[in-house]
């Protein structure tokens, strides 16, 4: 069963970055996509981007388009966010996902990481 290890997240002011890291256990996971989500406190999960792990292509949730950017490294089977000019409002649980086959959803699913960005 294949693991997802989320690093990363904090405390940060408004206009601060930072960077979280979602790490695969299993060096063979090759899986058509990688995500991020989050989670605000009485709030749905949402989806916020994602990658193609093979072709990297990436899409952005209209909200963190221009200040967050996913990237991945297919040797350490990481897929990172890196987040800037946070804002309050994207204070939330994040969590990584991975979808193993090009369709049927998100399968694997990391643990959440707190965010917080105070104003």
């Known amino acids: 069963q294949v693991q997802l290890v989320v690093t990363g997240g904090g405390l940060v002011q408004a206009g601060g970055s930072l960077r979280l890291s979602c790490a695969a256990s299993e060096r063979t996971f090759s899986p058509s996509f990688m995500a991020w989500f989050r989670q605000a406190p009485g709030k749905e999960r949402q989806f916020v981007v994602r990658?193609?792990?093979?072709?990297?292509?990436?899409y952005y949730a209209d909200s963190v388009k221009g200040r967050f950017t996913i990237s991945r490294d297919i040797t350490k089977n990481t897929v990172y966010l890196q987040m800037n000019s946070l804002k309050p409002e994207d204070t939330a649980v994040y969590f990584c996902a991975a979808q193993s086959r090009p369709s049927g959803g998100y399968d694997y699913w990391g643990q959440g990481t707190q965010v917080t960005v105070s104003s």
């Open positions: 990658i193609n792990w093979s072709s990297s292509i990436t």
